[in-house]
């Protein structure tokens, strides 16, 4: 008997929102276990689907797909969940959720008593350092200021003691 593979393309609908992506992918005449949903460890969301359309005596005709999407960084890849129905596959997408940092004499924060964030995947000194270098950048934007000033000052000012001035800056 003789097979014969009818390929499509179905139709995908993103929807966007601040915790999660939403993906429906709209399979009409399919069944849940004509379908399959995998994750690779390269980063690759794979979704694929064969389904028969015709058997005669002496051919078969298969419909089937295959679409790949890259999965960014950004999801939770472990929480990542399908479901079909009414010949729609949704698949929703949880975004990973980057803790704040809140000054703990306003008794916010979101770490437990050893030390470590709470279930947020990132810990407390890495969100710390990222505090620092933003501080350092701060600081590194006044100094280079301050360089232009004196500069300027300097230049076009007729100032009897160009160190008071700087020092009392």
């Known amino acids: 008997m003789e097979t014969s593979y009818e390929d499509f393309e179905p139709l995908c609908k993103w929807r ?47 419909s089937r797909f295959r679409k790949e999407f890259p999965i960014s960084e950004d999801y939770q890849r472990t929480q990542i969940h399908a479901k079909f129905y009414n010949g729609i596959l949704h698949l929703v997408m ?14 916010g924060g979101d770490e437990d008593n050893d030390g470590k964030a709470s279930s947020s995947g990132t810990s407390y000194l890495t969100c710390l350092m990222k505090l620092n270098k933003n501080i350092a950048l701060d600081i590194m934007i006044l100094a280079i200021s301050l360089a232009i000033v004196v500069a300027y000052v300097k230049k076009y000012c007729q100032c009897s003691s160009l160190e008071e001035v700087v020092l009392n800056l």
């Open 94 to 107: 949880p975004k990973e959720i980057v803790p704040t940092i809140s000054s703990p004499a306003a008794g």
């Open 16 to 62: 966007r929102d601040q915790n999660c992506d939403k993906l429906e992918v709209h399979l009409s005449g399919f069944r849940r276990q004509q379908l399959k949903v995998e994750i690779h460890s390269s980063g690759i969301l794979e979704i694929s689907g064969e389904r028969l359309m015709d058997e005669g005596k002496s051919k078969r005709i298969i």
